[in-house]
């Protein structure tokens, strides 16, 4: 098939910067955006069909470094058919979005889900990369071409901000479907855990460990998701890891996952623990949904996620703390993370879990109200309503009566 711009391995971690940038579609600036791959009857396809709603990149004003603009809205609707594929294939396939966006040369692709976010290079459009039906294109070949298992594929683009927000919310709900699923099961009730490597262009060290009770650090891939992943894939960026020996349940640290992290970070980290922010914590690629950050001044932890706007408690804002957490790193006292992770009872546990937490972003304490009540914290952790910096924290902390301050949070030994 012929393309205006090539494909392949080779063009993934090339980022779009400010001066590059021709046009964007989702990412921060844009309300509406998201990615669902579902899987269909394969008589509800139309093979290899390519269908765009709404204006297209020819239609749309590029961005200007003195006007701004460009940022436009989007969903990428991939459907697939398969005999042998079922509905845990979905947010592989997903997933795959991102990786094969990024396999074209002058697009750039970023996150996930509900906050994906899409650039195209001025390069790009000067070789007459104009529609975005290539870009559908682009997607039916490279999947039909890479994974045998799919024999039918459609791909729709919306651009029309009308109809993607109609379609969002039920786009949300599978999300939170997939999500709870993955609450049934505990770290301790299988062998197998599951590794990520496709960030690996961005943040050559990094290793998604994803397990039942570790949603991978993009919020996308849970460990019914990596298990399909490696059936379906088994050449693939996400792969099996017997977790072997537990060698320290509170922290989280197992032989097997130690070995992986080895041999699969270049040989950068030999250890890894799963429920701390201390010592050996996970490393943190660049799609981490939210950052997790030890506040010394109260000695808790904060977080803040990719949606919030401006500077966060500890004067930070998250695109300055992600620089700094990001690359494939493991980061003592900062955590990239998905967001689900704050369901889960092993939530950094050996620092403390939920009740050592002093502050929240307001949309996600009330999204996760549910298991900070649980601990008996929810109404003891200021967001940026109540609290502005850290000079306001312990006074609040103390007023409140929160549980870590008081001394009331035992750490497990
Ligand atoms: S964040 Fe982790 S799980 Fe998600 S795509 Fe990147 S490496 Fe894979």
Redesign the pocket.
């Known amino acids: 098939m012929e393309f205006h711009v090539d494909l392949g391995p080779q063009y993934e971690g090339e980022v779009i910067r400010k001066e590059d940038l021709y046009m964007e579609f989702g990412g921060p600036k844009v309300a509406h955006k998201f990615e669902l791959a579902t899987l269909k009857r394969p008589e509800e396809i139309e093979n290899e069909k390519v269908e765009l709603i709404g204006p297209d990149i020819s239609e749309l004003e590029p961005y200007d470094e003195v006007k701004g603009g460009g940022s436009y809205p989007i969903a990428v609707l991939v459907d697939i058919a398969g005999e042998e594929l079922d509905k845990d294939a979905e947010s592989i396939i997903e997933?795959k979005i991102?990786m094969y966006t990024n396999y074209t040369e002058g697009w750039y692709h970023m996150n996930q889900r509900d906050a994906m976010w899409m650039r195209v290079n001025k390069d790009c459009a000067k070789k007459g990369f104009n529609s975005l039906k290539e870009l559908g294109e682009i997607y039916n070949f490279l999947f039909t071409s890479e994974m045998a298992i799919i024999e039918k594929i459609q791909t729709t683009i919306i651009t029309d901000e009308e109809k993607i927000a109609k379609l969002l919310p039920q786009a949300l709900e599978i999300y939170k479907a997939r999500d709870n699923r993955a609450l049934t099961l505990r770290d301790e009730d299988v062998d197998t855990f599951y590794g990520?490597?496709?960030?690996q262009s961005f943040a050559p060290t990094?290793i998604?460990i994803?397990a039942p009770d570790r949603i991978?650090?993009?919020g996308?891939?849970n460990w019914f998701d990596g298990r399909a992943a490696a059936k379906i894939d088994p050449e693939g960026?996400i792969f099996a890891i017997p977790k072997g020996k537990l060698i320290d349940p509170i922290k989280g640290e197992y032989e097997g996952v130690n070995k992986v992290e080895y041999e699969k970070s270049l040989a950068t980290y030999d250890r890894v623990y799963l429920y701390s922010a201390f010592e050996h914590p996970h490393t943190s690629?660049g799609?981490f949904e939210a950052i997790v950050f030890y506040i010394p001044e109260v000695d808790g932890f904060g977080l803040v996620h990719r949606d919030y706007k401006g500077e966060c408690v500890i004067g930070e804002t998250f695109s300055h703390m992600a620089g700094e957490t990001s690359g494939g790193k493991q980061v003592e006292g900062r955590l990239g993370t998905g967001l689900e992770q704050l369901r889960s009872p092993k939530f950094i546990q050996a620092d403390g879990g939920r009740r050592r937490m002093v502050w929240l972003p307001k949309e996600i304490k009330e999204r996760y109200r549910e298991a900070f009540e649980a601990d008996g914290v929810y109404d003891k952790i200021p967001t940026e309503e109540e609290v502005k910096n850290v000079d306001e924290l312990l006074p609040y902390l103390e007023k409140v009566g929160h549980p870590w301050i008081k001394g009331e949070v035992e750490l497990p030994e």
């Open positions: 997933r991102h990520c490597v496709l960030c990094h998604s994803i991978a650090n993009c996308a891939i960026p690629c799609c």
